[in-house]
Each structure stands twice: as structure tokens, then as C-alpha cells.
């Protein structure tokens, strides 16, 4: 009896002061669905299956999220508005701890394309491949990781790319790749080619009104995604 | 009592051990890294200089370069400077002139030898830079909110960071005056960022929209507050997000308007379909002959489940008999695996044989994809009668009009594959003339009779990027149906060599065979047929197309009748993209041999055509330019006949250059928006056989379109046009200016114009000589109007032009000096509507 009460004793000790998660809030709400577009599949932590992603839906760290084919998942950063879209079939591990007020953020990219855009933040973003990391320290990047290839464009800013094999710092406007097995190194390819720059992917419908010489109004719609 | 007590406390241990190391953030090396310390400036004197001084911390080797990084308060991207070495530190300056006296931010970015790159601020400094608020500036000091300075470094690697001053509550979504369509989730969601000191009592926390309490509803944690809604009412919102700390302390607010767009409920978005309709009558007096022109018509489409139409209507008071129909219609209906058109269709089946010519019949698609077929069927021309005259002075009508026979076509089309990467297709054509419609020499042309059939194939990869087409066609054609078929011992008798097994007279519904049928020798000659490749690739901001073509002497398609036959060569032409796509170049080359055909009396004519040039758009705010060049020769393979073979035969080999150039501008003078568009034509023709066959032209023409302050929109034009023909024997001048102002009234509902024109243009070709000729007239034109949106969907216009035209030119001729051509004066008046719905 008195050995048991000891043990329930210890166990309420520890549960009291060293509760199971206590420390677990750190890596809830991290980030939040604001828009999907096609198909968005989500797989909460631990689960095995996947459910339709929703808007609205909420992120935890190691939450992930893919899309399929022309699809687009719009996440927010819910420390300070980050903007991440994951892009046509592309897969993507969301990983956040909170420190106080701001959320280190490590997005583990699967496979697929990410267009970034990063607000004023105190703590980094990194994008996370099997052939290298990307630090973030500017504003606005794409990047793309298929077939072992990590490509990255730097819209605006720096970013800090690096693997085993070394570190490059990208400023603006340039583009690298990190390949396994070799130091990253800048390339010198069109980011039109490799990436859609168009609207940064959102699904949208377009009006487009032009009036002729005789003041006859037309109207244009385009859907695009 | 002693183990007890240890299995409890290692208990407790493996729990505490166990949380924590869940809950513990990724390792991090930042307190073993580098870093940069430097203590912010925060603001300056005006005029003062910024001098920063920073060192760098745990890095074994000196930096290879440290840069103060700086951009003034309204500067679109940062500059920096280097920052020199200065003992165990590195220092940098800016004068005032850097950041142009205001306010104005900056960090400090060091390069390691390892590539590794510190940053102060550390992270983000392009997003977080330190900002400097400089007093006694021309911009207010209040310009950039006070902020607090950045955390000393050891704080940031620490992870703790200065909390942010402003309001705890960041709003997520929406954005202000976001817009989300009828039905869409709204999504409001909004962060709390807590602090130790300013702690959110949650259970307070409220969420309304539209002053209706709606936290019921919403999910919030400590971290965030989120709220969906697909049944949110259209018309603008507001979300409004309150509640207090746990001090009792109100949190300040946050308000989010937002637009859930209505959806259209008028009675136009009820119909199932969209359109417009039209009405326009034209009347204008020229040379005191008056001309009128009405036109009405329409346009509307629609879907229905599965089913998508459109349907167009053009009816004009020009429709008359002794002309081809000039009205149109048509209707179209398609799924997504067939389709079909009446009326007036335009088909496109080969481009050797039938390629967007009007048929006023059926069009019947059906699209599987792997399989595919399209059949059309119906009338190319109407029969137009021939026109007589009575005569009281002759017994019989006298013909002044020739008449047009009615002609009918059908094709059919087979083919594989969708079209998307591959296809395969397989093509028949027949196109008849009515013979009965018109007696024999009564007609333009005679009645004739034509089947064409042929292939085409596709090939693409990398979304079309390569490609490859090819086409084929092989046409029989008899140019005089009127005698009908011959039998096979006629055919024999003139062709002997010809052998056909048949007799032609049994095939003529499918085409008649006649002497005038060609070819009617060996068709692997290759008189009648037609041949086309091309390549394209696209890669390396190269657009690469090269083709080669050849079509025999006597291939005639009457689907395709403007095709030109009798010619083969090839072409090559890329369009190379550089610099960003601000440059493009372009390149082309083709070489064709006319007249080939070696049993034709033509001699052959060689054609080539070198097209050079370049485009430039180098971004908002630059001007745009085109720059041309293209060399277009002809010369004959023989240059003269010996021994008076043909008297009438003259040899060619002549020569155009035409130089392009094209720049336009937009830009802000004075206030004032102008687009700028200017044009420069050069063109030469030199001619070895005939001198009076040379010609050159200079064009210049410049177009300012001006937005003013007020509503007002003006145009300027000019142009000027010098040719010279015949070494000066014949010129032409020709010099227009013309000024056009539009203004738009209530509320931009009404918007007139006026605009003046004047031009002049003199000239003359061999004035002195008799049948010489001189031309000198002046031509003034005014013209104003208005336009009027009665509603959104409806409008009116009007307008009226006035035009005289004086000629002081005269023809000379041979009984008097001159034969003066007739001034004039011309109106026109033209009145328009349309509804769209």
C-alpha cells in the first residue's frame, strides 16, 4: 500500500510540475491555411493518414502539407505573417518552435516548389533538403528541390545557402543550386525558366476590360492558377 | 525504503528528462558562431554624418569584407560602403548626402573567409534593418514610428529577442478590404503575442463581425484565435477582435474590414447567357452622291451543363444580289467531345487545302482525342446573275456584268492524337462550281471542278518546345466542266501514255475528267503536288523555326486558293531573347525559287529574303525600340533571250531595302502624361532591267497622345511621306498633321471629341509630257462626336465629319493644257448603340 502510494506520489509529482507537452505549446499553432486552390492533402503529426487540407485549418510543428497538380496551399506564419506558398506538387514538413513572441521556422521541402516571402522577423527561416539549407535573412526567395537538385532564387535580400560540402551567400537577383554531393554554387539560368513568376501562383480570375477607338468596351477573364 | 525513494526520484528524472527533450528547440550553435556586436545609432542631427563602429566575435580570421549597408526612407533598394579595419574593429561613414538628409535605415553585413556571412541585426537585416531618425530634417520627424532599438546580440543568440512595443494581437487574415467571393470560407484569424510582463487573459478574448458576437464559434488557444465562415452574407463586413490582460488593462483592438463580393442579381446576370447587340447607320454625302450604310447584329454565349454555345448575327443594307452575300451568321454548339456549326463557319483542316475560308454550311467535329474526325460541308460563293442592259437601239439585252457560278465544298478530316503533342491527320476535299447557274459566256471564269487529298502530322516535345509538322497534298483540278466528262478512249487518244484502267466518265460525281483536268500525265511528276516541313525550337532563349516547302506548277486547292503555287525553297528565322528579355534579336533568311518547273516557258526567278533586326524594352520608364532591316531580291536565271526567240522577254534582277525604325515612349513632361510613338520608313528599289521600275521613300510619322490634369486627352500626329519613282521622273509628297482632343463629362458618362486633320500632297508623273499628270490637293477634315453610357451596359454615340477636299492637280492631255481634277466637299454623319447583357 505504502509502495504504492508512493509510486502514485511520483508519478502525480511529475505530472504536476513536469506535465506531459507542458513544453509541447511550443510547437502548436505555427502556422495557419489561408487559402487552397485543387488539391491540398494534410497529415497532422502522427497520423498515418491524410485529410483534404482546409482554409482556416491550423498547423503544428511536423504538420505536413502537399499539393498535386495545379494546386497551391497559401500558408501564414502566425508570428509575424510570413508568407510561404507551396506550388503544384510539392511536399512540405512545417517545423516552428515558439521563443517568446517569434517562431524559428525550418520548412523540410520534400519535394516540389516554394515561393517565400518574409516579413520583419528576429528569429530565421531555413528550407531544409537532403541536398542542402537554405538560411534566410532577406525578404523574398523561390525554390524548387527535384531529383536531388535544391535550386533557390533570391527575389530580394540574402540568403545563406549551405551543406556539407560548403556555404554561399545569395543576394539579390541571383539564382544557386546545392546538388548532393557537391558545394552549392551560383548558376546563371533564367528564374523565368525554372520558376512561374507570374502571380506568385495564386488561384485567380483576371478581368481584363480594353475599349477600341470607337469607345466599345470588351471585357477579357482569364482563370490561372 | 531507501530504493523507494531512488525509483522515485529516477521517475521523476526520466519524466523531466523525457519533456524536455521534446520540447527542446533544434540545437542551436548561434552562441558558438561568429557574431557581429555594434550598438545601434538611432538618430542623427541634420547634416550630421553616421560613423558606426562593429566587431566581430568569435571568428577565428579576419573578415574578407565588412559593409554598412544603407537606404534612405523612400529608397526602393540598399547601397553600402565598405568598412575599413581600425584595430580589433572595422568603422564606416555616411555624410548626409547618402541618405539625402532624412530619415533613412541601415545594417552591417561581414563576409568571413569561410563564406559564412554575419549580420547586424543578425537575422533579417534586410527586413529589420536599424532606422535612423534624423531631426531637423525636411522630412517630419515623426515620419518612421519610434521603435525600440534591437536587442543587445547577446540577447538575440540567446533566443529571447525585445519584445515587439506595439499592439499583441497581429492580424492574419484578412487583409483590409480583402475580397472573398460569395460561398468562399472567410478566414479570420488573429495572433496573440504575449509577454511576460503583459500577460492576454484568453477567457476574455472576443470575436464579432458586424457587432454580432460571433466567439462561440471561433477556436482560440493561446497562441491564436481562428474563426470560418462560408455563409457570411455579400457586402462589406468588418471583423473586430477585443479583450483584456490580465491586469485588467484593455488590449487594443483589432479591426479587419472585408468585402464578401455580392453576387450580380440584376436581370442581365439572371440570363443564361451573355452578349452584346448592335446598331450603327452611316450616311455620307461624297461629291454630292449621297451613300448609306446600316448595319445591326449581335453576339451572345452561353453554357448549359455540358452543352457551350454562342451564336453571332451581322445584317448590313449593303447585302445586294450582284455582290457575295456580305451578311453573316452563325451558331455554334460544343461538348467536350463533339461539336457542331451552321451558318458561317470557318474551318481549318490542312493548310494546304482548306484553311479558314468561309463556308456558309455545317462544321460536325467529333474529339475523342485518340481519334478525331471533322466533317464540313455547305456553299463557298452564291450564284450572282449576270446583268444585262435593254437597249432600245439593239434587239438583244447587252451583257455588262458577267455573272459567278455558286460553288460548293466538302471536306472531311480523320485524324490521331489530340493535337496537344502528336497528330496524325488524313484530309479530303472536293469543291465544284454549279455549271447550270451560268450560260456559257456569261461567266468571269469557267465553271471548274477540284478534289484535293492529303496528310499532316504533328510531332511535339517538352510542351511543344520542339516541334515538328509536316503536310502533304495531292489536287486534281478541271478548269472547264462545261463539256462534262470525256469517255476513255477520248483520254487515250490524246494521252497515251496516260494507260488508266477506268473510264472517267463513271467517277464524275467524284471529280470530271476532261482535257482541261490537270494534271493528266504522270502525277509522280509532281506538277500537282504540294509539300511543307517545318522545325521549331525553342530553348536557350532561342524561338528557332526553319522550314522548307514546295508546291508543284499546277496544285490548286479552291479551298485554299490564295496559297501560291509553282514555288520551293526554304526559310530559316530565330527569335534569340537576351539581357533578361529586355533585347530581342531577330534573324531570318529564305530562299525560294518561283517558276520552277522545268517544262514551264517561264524562266525560274529566284527569291531571298534577308530580315534583320532588334527589339529593346528596357523597362518602365525607358523608351521602347524597334529597329528593321530587310533585303528582299528577284532575279531571273536568264537575264536576256538571243536570237529573238521572244521579243517581249525581259529579264529581272532588282533589289528593296526597307529600314525600320520605331521608338515609343512613355513619359511625364511637366506634369503632364505623354506617350510618345515615333516611325521611321526608309525604302529603295533598285531595278538592272527597269530603270523606271526604281522607287525609294522616306515616312516619317510622329504620334503624342497627352493626358492632362483635367480630364482632357489630346492627340498630335504628323506625318511626311517623300517618293521618288523612275530616278525623279515621278514624285509623290505627302504631309499630314492632325489634332484630336477628347473630354469626358458627367462623371465620365458622356465623352465628346473633335479633331482636326489637314493634309497636302503633290507629285506628278511626267507632268510636262501629254497623259503626264500632276497632283497637288489639299484635304481639310473635321470631325467631333460623343459617346454616351445610358447605363453600364448601354451606350450611344454620335458622330459628324466634314470633309474638303481641294485639288488644283490636272492631267495633261493632248487638245488642251490641262484637264483640272474636281474639288469637293464630303459629310459623313454616323449613329451607333449597343446593349451588352
Known amino acids: 500500500m505504502k509502495t504504492s502510494s508512493s509510486i502514485l506520489i511520483a508519478i502525480g509529482f511529475s505530472l504536476i510540475f513536469f506535465p506531459t507537452g507542458s513544453f509541447a505549446q511550443n510547437d502548436k499553432d505555427v502556422a495557419l491555411i489561408l487559402k487552397t486552390g485543387g488539391t491540398v492533402g494534410l497529415n497532422k503529426k502522427g497520423m498515418s493518414s491524410w485529410s483534404k487540407a482546409k482554409r482556416g485549418q491550423r498547423l503544428h510543428s511536423k504538420d505536413k502539407v502537399r499539393t498535386g497538380k495545379k494546386s497551391l496551399a497559401a500558408l501564414v506564419f502566425t508570428d509575424d505573417k510570413s508568407l510561404l506558398k507551396v506550388r503544384s506538387n510539392s511536399s512540405v514538413t512545417i517545423n516552428g518552435q515558439r521563443q517568446k513572441n517569434s517562431i524559428a521556422k525550418r520548412i523540410q521541402l520534400t519535394f516540389g516548389e516554394l515561393w517565400a516571402k518574409v516579413t520583419k522577423q528576429n528569429v530565421s527561416m531555413r528550407i531544409e533538403t537532403p541536398s542542402g539549407v537554405a538560411t534566410v535573412k532577406g525578404t523574398e526567395f523561390y525554390c524548387s528541390f527535384a531529383d536531388g537538385v535544391f535550386l533557390v532564387f533570391c527575389r530580394e535580400g540574402l540568403i545563406e545557402l549551405s551543406n556539407q560540402f560548403g556555404t554561399l551567400m545569395l543576394a539579390s537577383n541571383e539564382m544557386a543550386e546545392l546538388k548532393l554531393g557537391s558545394p552549392p554554387k551560383i548558376i546563371n539560368t533564367n528564374p523565368n525558366d525554372v520558376f512561374d513568376m507570374s502571380e506568385q501562383g495564386d488561384l485567380r480570375e483576371l478581368e481584363i476590360q480594353f475599349e477600341d477607338e470607337n469607345g466599345n468596351k470588351k471585357s477579357l477573364i482569364i482563370d490561372f492558377n | ?542 524561338n528557332l523555326v526553319a522550314g522548307y516547302k514546295i508546291i508543284g506548277g499546277e496544285y490548286l486547292s479552291l479551298g485554299n486558293s490564295y496559297l501560291r503555287n509553282n514555288i520551293r525553297g526554304f526559310f530559316i528565322q530565330d527569335r534569340i531573347k537576351l539581357w533578361q528579355n529586355k533585347l530581342y534579336l531577330n534573324l531570318g533568311f529564305d530562299n525560294y525559287d518561283d517558276n520552277f518547273r522545268s517544262d514551264d516557258l517561264n524562266s525560274p526567278t529566284g527569291l531571298q529574303t534577308i530580315n534583320t533586326g532588334f527589339s529593346i524594352y528596357p523597362g518602365q520608364g525607358w523608351p521602347t525600340f524597334n529597329v528593321n532591316m530587310r533585303n528582299y531580291s528577284r532575279k531571273k536565271d536568264i537575264d536576256f533571250l538571243i536570237n529573238g526567240a521572244d521579243t517581249t522577254f525581259v529579264g529581272e534582277q532588282n533589289d528593296t531595302r526597307d529600314l525600320t525604325l520605331q521608338v515609343n515612349y512613355n513619359t511625364q513632361i511637366m506634369n503632364l502624361k505623354h506617350a510618345i510613338s515615333f516611325s521611321f520608313i526608309n525604302s529603295a528599289r533598285n531595278d538592272q532591267f527597269l530603270p523606271s521600275a526604281e522607287s525609294a521613300s522616306n515616312i516619317q510619322m510622329i504620334n503624342i497622345r497627352t493626358n492632362y490634369q483635367i480630364p482632357l486627352v489630346t492627340t498630335i500626329n504628323f506625318a511626311r511621306n517623300d517618293n521618288n519613282f523612275a530616278n525623279g521622273l515621278n514624285t509623290f509628297k505627302f504631309n499630314m498633321i492632325g489634332l484630336k482632343g477628347e473630354y469626358p463629362f458627367f462623371n465620365n458618362r458622356l465623352t465628346a471629341h473633335a479633331a482636326l486633320n489637314f493634309t497636302s500632297a503633290s507629285g506628278g508623273t511626267g507632268a510636262n509630257a501629254i497623259g503626264g499628270a500632276v497632283t497637288d490637293y489639299k484635304r481639310t477634315a473635321f470631325n467631333t462626336g460623343a459617346r454616351f453610357d445610358i447605363t453600364p451596359q448601354q451606350l450611344l454615340g454620335l458622330e459628324a465629319g466634314l470633309i474638303s477636299f481641294q485639288d488644283n492637280g490636272f492631267t495633261r492631255d493632248a487638245a488642251t493644257v490641262s484637264n483640272r481634277n474636281p474639288s469637293f466637299t464630303d459629310s459623313v454623319i454616323r449613329f451607333y448603340y449597343e446593349q451588352r447583357f
Open chain 2, 1 to 542: 525504503m531507501n530504493s523507494k525513494i531512488f525509483c522515485l526520484a529516477a521517475m521523476t528524472l526520466l519524466f523531466f528528462i523525457c519533456d524536455m527533450a521534446e520540447a527542446m528547440p533544434p540545437q542551436s550553435t548561434a552562441s558558438f558562431k561568429p557574431e557581429l556586436t555594434h550598438v545601434p545609432v538611432t538618430s542623427l542631427r541634420q547634416n550630421e554624418k553616421l560613423v558606426v563602429r562593429a566587431r566581430i566575435n568569435g571568428a577565428k580570421e579576419q573578415a574578407v569584407f565588412v559593409r554598412l549597408y544603407y537606404k534612405p526612407f523612400n529608397g526602393d533598394s540598399f547601397r553600402y560602403v565598405e568598412m575599413r579595419p581600425s584595430g580589433d574593429s572595422f568603422w564606416g561613414q555616411l555624410t548626409s548626402e547618402r541618405f539625402k538628409g532624412g530619415n533613412f535605415s541601415y545594417f552591417i553585413l561581414a563576409m568571413l573567409p569561410n563564406k559564412k556571412v554575419v549580420t547586424f541585426p543578425g537575422a533579417n537585416p534586410y527586413g529589420n534593418p536599424i532606422e535612423v531618425q534624423v531631426t531637423g530634417g525636411s522630412v517630419p520627424a515623426t515620419a518612421i514610428e519610434p521603435k525600440p532599438a534591437p536587442a543587445p546580440p547577446e540577447a538575440i543568440t540567446k533566443g529571447s529577442g525585445a519584445p515587439d512595443s506595439g499592439t499583441p494581437l497581429l492580424l492574419l487574415s484578412p487583409e483590409k478590404n480583402e475580397k472573398f467571393n460569395i460561398g468562399q470560407e472567410v478566414v479570420v484569424a488573429v495572433s496573440f503575442l504575449d509577454s511576460p510582463d503583459k500577460a492576454i487573459d484568453m477567457n476574455s478574448i472576443t470575436l464579432f463581425i458586424d457587432n454580432v458576437n460571433v466567439t462561440i464559434n471561433t477556436e482560440i488557444t493561446e497562441n491564436i484565435l481562428t474563426y470560418t465562415s462560408a455563409t457570411i452574407t455579400p457586402g462589406a463586413h468588418t471583423a473586430l477582435v477585443q479583450g483584456y490582460y490580465k491586469s485588467g488593462m484593455k488590449l487594443p483592438s483589432v479591426k479587419a474590414p472585408f468585402i464578401v463580393k455580392r453576387k450580380k442579381s440584376n436581370f442581365q446576370d439572371k440570363l443564361p447567357f451573355k452578349g452584346r447587340l448592335y446598331a450603327e447607320s452611316r450616311h455620307e454625302s461624297a461629291s454630292g452622291i449621297g451613300y448609306h450604310d446600316s448595319n445591326m447584329g449581335g453576339y451572345l454565349s452561353g453554357k448549359q451543363g455540358i452543352l457551350k454555345y454562342n451564336a453571332r448575327l451581322y445584317l448590313t443594307s449593303s447585302e445586294d444580289p450582284k455582290y457575295q452575300t456580305r451578311n453573316r451568321y452563325s451558331l455554334n454548339l460544343d461538348t467536350r467531345f463533339a461539336g457542331l456549326s451552321i451558318g458561317d463557319v470557318y474551318p481549318r483542316l490542312n493548310d494546304l487545302m482548306l484553311w479558314g475560308k468561309r463556308v456558309r454550311g455545317i462544321h460536325g467535329r467529333l474529339r475523342f482525342g485518340i481519334f478525331n474526325v471533322d466533317l464540313v460541308t455547305g456553299q463557298t460563293a452564291r450564284k450572282i446573275k449576270p446583268g444585262f442592259v435593254t437597249r432600245d437601239t439593239v434587239a438583244v439585252d447587252s451583257l455588262v456584268r458577267r455573272g459567278s457560278f455558286s460553288q460548293n465544298l466538302f471536306g472531311l478530316r480523320a485524324s490521331f492524337g489530340s493535337g496537344k503533342n502528336f497528330q496524325l491527320g488524313f484530309d479530303y476535299l472536293k469543291v465544284k462550281d454549279k455549271a447550270t447557274d451560268i450560260q456559257q459566256g456569261q461567266h468571269v471564269r469557267t465553271p471548274r471542278d477540284n478534289v484535293v487529298i492529303g496528310s499532316d502530322l504533328l510531332i511535339g516535345f517538352f510542351k511543344r518546345r520542339v516541334e515538328f509538322r509536316a503536310g502533304v497534298a495531292f489536287s486534281l483540278v478541271t478548269d472547264d466542266i462545261y463539256g462534262g466528262p470525256i469517255q476513255k478512249d477520248t483520254l487515250d487518244k490524246y494521252y497515251p501514255e496516260l494507260d488508266i484502267p477506268v473510264d472517267p466518265s463513271d467517277y464524275k460525281n467524284i471529280l470530271i475528267v476532261n482535257l482541261s483536268t490537270r494534271p493528266l500525265d504522270d502525277p509522280r511528276k509532281g506538277k500537282s503536288l504540294a509539300m511543307t516541313s517545318s522545325f521549331r525550337f525553342n530553348f536557350f532563349n532561342n
